[in-house]
């Protein structure tokens, strides 16, 4: 899966759980959305690194 996809995928999944716990205050979908929030900050970070080591090495 492309970087793109992955975190499109992860936005995707989390959007419903941002809707049901600021509009329904269900508190089981504040929980998972924290939990996709920190894999989109994993994410986030390794693609950092990933852009990092393309421009040191001269790949792009």
């Known amino acids: 899966m492309s ?29 998972r959305a924290r939990k996709t929030l920190q894999e989109i900050k994993k994410v986030s970070q390794e693609i950092r690194l990933e852009i990092q080591d393309f421009k040191n090495t001269g790949r792009v």
Do not use: C, H
Not at 3 to 31: C, H, W
């Open 3 to 31: 970087r793109i996809q992955q975190m499109k995928s992860l936005l995707d999944q989390l959007e419903p759980d941002l809707v049901k716990f600021y509009e329904k205050g269900n508190k089981a979908a504040g929980t």
